[in-house]
């Protein structure tokens, strides 16, 4: 007999994650947990981003927009965040890095945590535009 093998499932609670986000505070070093996974919150404020000229610079310099790392702070991870994404997109940002962590928190690889999460983020956002 043949053996099969079985594909974890991912622990989502998307609903938990949408309720939690009008809660979590867009400022530096806010801490908070999600589905037991820790994450801690730095912010790059606008000041600091003002005097690169491109895109391209700024993200060599600072990051992307919105990212996360394996935290020095907390038992998690530090999601960056430039102050300037526009206050409408952030909820929909938050989701996806909070959630992507979460997963590969759950023991699934970067680009399984990203396919899974893009999907969810779809289903409760719609297409995902550049931010």
Known sequence: ??????????????????????????????????????????????????????????????????EYFESTYVKGFDIYLHDTIPEADRPKILFHEILEANLQDQGFSEPEAHKITLAEEEKIFGRREKW
């Open 1 to 66: 007999m043949e053996k099969q093998e079985i594909t974890p499932q991912p622990e989502l609670k998307t609903e938990e994650l949408l309720s939690m986000l009008s809660t979590v505070k867009w400022e530096q070093g806010y801490r908070f947990t999600f589905n037991g996974t820790e994450f801690y919150i730095n912010i790059t404020e606008a000041e600091a981003l003002a005097g690169v000229e491109t895109e391209t610079e700024r993200n060599k310099m600072f990051g992307e927009p919105a």
